[in-house]
Every structure is written in C-alpha cells, then in structure tokens.
C-alpha cells in the first residue's frame, strides 16, 4: 500500500535560519502531495499542495517540490520565525478518498 | 472557511465502558473522516463518511464504530474502550472534488484508564 516516511522526528533551529524537511513516499498510482502543519492545540491545516514533479508549491514563504526520481518531496523556508514552530506533515494522496501522513516533524524555532 | 468542531474535547474513560466523540461541521461538507494521533504514528483513518446514514471503514477500524445521522454530524463511538485507545481523535471535513483538502477539529484527548 501507499506509505510516506519522514526520518527527521524533531528540528531545533534559531530565527532567520533556513528550513528543509524531506520526505520519501511510495505509491502506485500518480501522487498528490501535501504538507499540513499543525500549531499546538489545533488540528492539522493544509500548508501546501503539489501535484506535479518540478512544479513548486509557495504558501506563507514555504515551499514545496517534489522528485519523482528519487520518490522524495521536500518543504523548505528560507527565514524561519518563532511563529512557524509547530508540526509539519508530509503527507501523500492515493487514488480514492484517503490521506496518508508521515510521523511528523516537530519544528521549534528560538527566538 | 468551514467549522468543524468536536466534542468533548477531553475525557476520560474507565476500561470496558462506552465512549461517544462527536463531531460537527457547519460548512456543507458531504464527506468527514475520523483519525487517531499517536506519537510515532501520524494519523491515521478509522472512519469516513461520503454521505449521511452511510459509513466506510478506514485503516484501523477493528474497535471502533462510526455514525453518520446527517451531513453535519459524525460520530465515533467506542463500545469497548480499551487502554490501547487513549489517544487523541481528530474529525474532519471536505468536499467533493477536493477531498484531500481537508479541514480539521481540534481534537478530543481520550484517556482511557
């Protein structure tokens, strides 16, 4: 079945320093790729949405792309703040109805 | 932007009991979705929903049932509570032709002792 891995469990990082968090996802049909951030005590909200390899996805300074070569999808910012800390989600849509989410990374920014 | 809420939004139950978690949305959303968040899992799909009176089941079912009375309403009831239960339960919404997109409550936290 589809699954998404997301090896960094957590990130430690000051403000105006730059972000990446890489995914790898494994599916059969043609992915639809997503990041979701969650802020304490809220649910999960959608970041990002990238639906073609090559083809960026900006919101709120973020970016995303993804490789379909190497079947990873990346997030990155090029200046964090301490409002951006939170839990991001890489997360993979399949061919019908479902979302499959990564394990999440925990971003805490310093001020 | 669409409403979803949930209730309650912390409980704790006894091992063996029966536990209602509500959910309702406001939006006009005809599908919803619930989803439990362990650390170390992600979230992960118990149940879904595409329309009112019918339900389907997602990943991880086995303890769990779903109910769906009308468009606005979903709940997840568990007639058994387990200790392997205690978690916190997230229910959500979408519309048709943008299901992935989906929008989130903010939680119940289910202890169960």
């Known amino acids: 079945g589809d699954s998404v891995t997301q090896m960094q469990g957590q990130v430690t990082l000051s403000e105006d320093d730059f972000l990446f968090i890489n995914c790898t996802y494994s599916t059969t049909w043609y992915p639809t790729l997503f990041w979701y951030v969650q802020y304490p005590g809220e649910g999960p909200q959608l970041l990002l949405k990238v639906t073609t390899a090559n083809n960026k996805g900006i919101s709120r300074g973020f970016e995303a792309t993804y490789d379909k070569g190497t079947t990873s999808f990346h997030l990155q910012k090029a200046s964090v703040q301490e409002s951006d800390s939170a839990v991001y989600y890489c997360?993979?849509?399949?061919?019908?109805?479902?979302?499959?989410f990564g394990t999440g990374t925990s971003l805490l920014v310093d001020p | 932007e669409a409403a979803v809420t949930q209730s309650p939004r912390s409980k704790v139950a006894v091992t063996g009991g029966k536990v209602t978690l509500s959910c309702h949305q406001t939006?006009?959303?005809?599908?919803m979705y619930w989803y439990r968040q362990d650390t170390g899992h992600g979230l992960r799909l118990i149940h879904y929903?595409?329309?009112?009176?019918?339900?389907e089941k997602g990943d991880i079912p086995d303890g769990y049932k779903a109910s769906r009375p009308s468009q606005e309403n979903f709940s997840l009831i568990l007639e058994l509570a387990s200790l392997s239960q205690t978690a916190v339960y997230f229910c959500a919404s979408s519309v048709p032709g943008r299901i992935y997109e989906q929008y989130f409550g903010p939680g119940t936290r289910l202890t169960v002792l």
């Open positions: 997360v993979l849509g399949d061919m019908g109805y479902k979302l499959t």
């Open positions: 939006n006009n959303h005809d599908y």
């Open positions: 929903s595409y329309v009112a009176d019918s339900t």
